[in-house]
Nanobody, 115 residues
Framework: QVQLVESGGGLVQPGGSVRLSCAFSGSIFSTYVMYWYRQDPGKERGLVASITSGGRTNYAEAVKGRFTISRDNAKNTVYLQMNSLNPDDTAVYYC?????????WGQGTQVTVSS
């Protein structure tokens, strides 16, 4: 059973930075495409970024140029570096893992951008 554990969220000032981490366990990390999603209360969960095992990335338009997704296949961890944060980035951020046959969600970590 795959487990995903996010960490790194918290309160950050506008213009600040934070790095989220998602630790993966329970299967072969390199066979999963990894994603970060986010969700505001009352809104649908939306894709932030994705990364394949080979390092190919994709970003939502709202975060291009500010966020960077990366993965360390040796440490079974995916990261989301978030820079130039603004209040619209406030959300619960979820890690998501998808292979050819199954998918899993993490429990989420809150990021609040406020002065």
């Amino acid at each position: 059973q795959v487990q995903l554990v996010e960490s790194g969220g918290g309160l950050v000032q506008p213009g600040g930075s934070v790095r989220l981490s998602c630790a993966f366990s329970g299967s072969i990390f390199s066979t999963y495409v990894m994603y970060w999603y986010r969700q505001d209360p009352g809104k649908e969960r939306g894709l932030v970024a994705s990364i394949t095992s080979g390092g190919r990335t994709n970003y939502a338009e709202a975060v291009k140029g500010r966020f960077t997704i990366s993965r360390d296949n040796a440490k079974n961890t995916v990261y989301l570096q978030m820079n130039s944060l603004n209040p619209d980035d406030t959300a619960v951020y979820y890690c998501y893992a998808r292979s050819r046959i199954e998918d899993y969600w993490g429990q989420g970590t809150q990021v609040t951008v406020s002065s």
